[in-house]
Structures are given as C-alpha cells and as structure tokens.
C-alpha cells in the first residue's frame, strides 16, 4: 500500500481530506431529461466515497453550456434538488464532493437548447457530437462584452447552487478546450478587445470567473483546473506559454484550494512548456497542485513522494472499481477500464 496516498490532508482552513486520492471529473450523460441527478447516479457517487474528495462530472452552469447528451445542469432547482440526493449520500458516508462547473463555449450545440453557440471568437472546431454524430460542430458567435459579464456573473450563480446543493465546494472547469480554455489558446481566441492579444487580456475572462465565484463562496472551496498543454479541441500555439505565465502568477496571488491539470496521459510532453503539463504547472504554482492522466496508484505515490504533485486524481479507474480506495489500500488487484463500461453507471 502506498502510504503517502493514505495520509490526511489539510488543504486549508475550511477543508480537510482523508486521503490523498481524488475521483477525477467523468462525464457520464445520465442524467434525466431536465438534466436532473438519478437515483442511479446517487448511488455511482455514494459507492465512491471512500476518496478524499470525488469531483463531480462536468456539470453546466446554463442551457447555452451544453455540448452532449444528458450532461447534469445547476441552474434549476430541480437540479439543485437533485444535487442534493447525491451529496447527502456521499456524506452519509464520509466522503466529500465538489461539483465541476462546465460551460462548453465552441463544442455546444444548439440542437440542446435552440440559441446561439458563444465562444471568444467566431472559430469552430471540426467534427460532431460524441454519441450523436449526425450533430456537426457550427461556427459559434464571439461572446460581446456583455456576453461575458453574464457568463462570468452565472458562474457565480451556479457556485452559490452548488453550495445550496450541498457540495463541500467546486471545481472551474477552465480545461479541455472548453469556454474558459478557449480564451486562454490562440488557435480559439483572436479578440483584439480587452479579451484578447495580450496573455494578460487573454487571461482576463479565467480570473474574471475565478474571482467571481471566489467571491460568491470563498476561495478556500474552489479548485480550478487548466490544460496549459493543448490536447483536446485545442491546437496548441507556441505563444501560449505567456498566456499561462500570466495566469498562474495572477493565481499566485489568490486564495484557491488547489489547480488540478487537465490531462489524458501526464507523460505527454509538450514543446512550448518544456515539459509534461504537470511539471510546468509545478514550476509556476505556488499552491496545492492535483495531478493526473494514466497514473496507477503506484506510480501516483511515486509522484507524490518525488514532490511533482500533492494530490493525485484517478479518472477511468475509478469508473471500473468503484471501491477503488479500497482495493489499494488492501493491495488488490484493480479491474482494468474499458470504454464498455461507459454503457452503464456501475
Ligand atoms: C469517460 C470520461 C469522461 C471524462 N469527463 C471529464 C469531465 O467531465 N471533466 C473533466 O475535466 N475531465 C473529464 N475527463 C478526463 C478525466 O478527468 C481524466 O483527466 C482522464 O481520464 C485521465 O485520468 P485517468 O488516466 O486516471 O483516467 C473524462 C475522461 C473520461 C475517460
């Protein structure tokens, strides 16, 4: 058993976890309809409890959000409700939640919800909707400014709904080549307004986000997480590394619970940084850093114990052992992934 994993954590004042392993963020599309939280999907979680803190699929701040089928809203209060059931049963037993606050900019379609597609600028991306194919990517509208004010202001909202519903605190999803990433990369933002141009313009909309929702619920219960390394609907751009210069001193200077990195496979190296995406995040941040992609509980230990990062999130696994926690801490084996298993909510 590897130990460092098992020790307790203190992040801050406000949060404690009893261990160092993280449930990564695993969209599902499951949820009802109404993008509600099921009985089914209280259950998926509540079997997990036993990680230090489980954070919760992708989950969007308003209709617009939006980019596959059946991914779970915190914008109404039947969701709320829904939200509810499900981290109440995670506390029943012992375990913590934050709830990831999705808004999918550029990879929407409208076929969800009838209206524009808002991204930084009017750049699509190829391709089509996973699991409805016959969905093809539209070229999206750039946001104005007072486009982004509301964004940045249903951010917020959807931090204080979290909190209503019940999580211990949330995670900005400012990776993957969603909205907030896509102000952050070249090949997705060409404004040449206060939002775009300079890393400092380009960071602007991240730290409008992450200050607003700091604001709304405290700093100590957001976690941000970033994809410095484009991977993932994203064409990465030697300039970027200024983009991500700027926002992780701007970071430096707040109060979060930590940055998590955005990645499939944490050996991928990347040119413009130097290096994997965790080691450049390592080199810039100041705070606790969660790293991820394609760790085993072994080789995440190792990471940790080499001070490359402080707290490792565990992604596909997780879907496959949902006692995951468990298996490790008793040395048994772990059933590996395969994406069959995405068919059902084990
Ligand atoms: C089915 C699936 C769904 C995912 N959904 C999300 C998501 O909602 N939000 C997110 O930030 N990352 C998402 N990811 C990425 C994971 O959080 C994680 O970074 C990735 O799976 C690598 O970790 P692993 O090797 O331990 O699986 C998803 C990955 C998979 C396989």
Redesign the pocket.
Same mark, same amino acid.
């Given at each position: 058993m590897p130990q460092v994993l098992f020790d307790d954590v203190k992040l801050n004042d406000t949060l404690s976890l009893k261990n160092r392993i993280l449930m990564?963020? $695993?969209?599902?599309c499951m949820a009802d309809d109404n993008l509600v939280p099921t009985d089914d999907m209280v259950k998926y979680y509540a079997r997990r409890a036993e990680a230090g803190l489980i954070i919760s699929?992708?989950t969007i701040i308003r209709p617009d959000a939006q980019g596959y089928p059946n991914t779970p809203g915190l914008f109404t209060s039947a969701q709320i409700a829904g939200w509810k059931k499900v981290t109440d049963a995670v506390h029943a037993n012992g375990g913590k939640i934050f709830a990831?606050l999705?808004h999918v900019g550029r990879v929407a379609h409208p076929h969800f919800f009838g209206g524009d597609v808002l991204a930084p600028s009017a750049i699509g991306i190829e391709g089509s909707v996973p699991r409805m194919r016959e969905l093809t990517y539209q070229t999206p509208k750039a946001a104005t400014t007072e486009d982004i004010a509301q964004l940045v202001a249903d951010y917020a909202k959807a931090a204080e709904n979290a909190i209503e519903a019940g999580f211990d605190g949330v995670e900005i999803?400012g990776?993957?080549g969603y909205l907030i990433d896509q102000f952050l990369h070249y090949a997705s933002n060409q404004r040449t307004d206060e939002y775009g141009e300079t890393p400092e313009n380009m960071s602007r909309f991240a730290l409008q986000v992450t200050d607003a929702v700091i604001a709304s619920i405290g700093g100590e219960r957001v976690g941000l997480?970033l994809s410095p390394g484009a991977y993932f609907n994203m064409e990465g751009d030697q300039r970027d590394r200024a983009v991500f210069d700027y926002l992780l001193s701007a970071l430096n200077n707040r109060t979060l619970a930590y940055v998590h990195v955005?990645?499939?496979?944490d050996s991928m190296e990347f040119d413009y940084l130097g290096g994997s995406a965790s080691a450049y995040l390592r080199s810039l941040y100041k705070g606790t850093l969660v790293g991820?992609?394609?760790?085993t509980a072994e080789s995440g230990a190792e990471a940790i114990e080499k001070q490359q990062f402080d707290l490792l999130?565990?992604?596909?696994?997780f879907?496959a052992n949902p006692d995951y926690v468990e298996k490790v801490r008793k040395g048994q084996a772990i059933k590996a992934?395969d994406e069959s298993m $995405?068919a059902t909510l084990e």
């Open positions: 990564a963020p $695993l969209t599902r699929e992708a990831q999705w999803h990776a993957n997480r955005g990645i499939f496979d991820v992609g394609s760790y999130a565990i992604g596909r696994p879907i992934y $995405l």
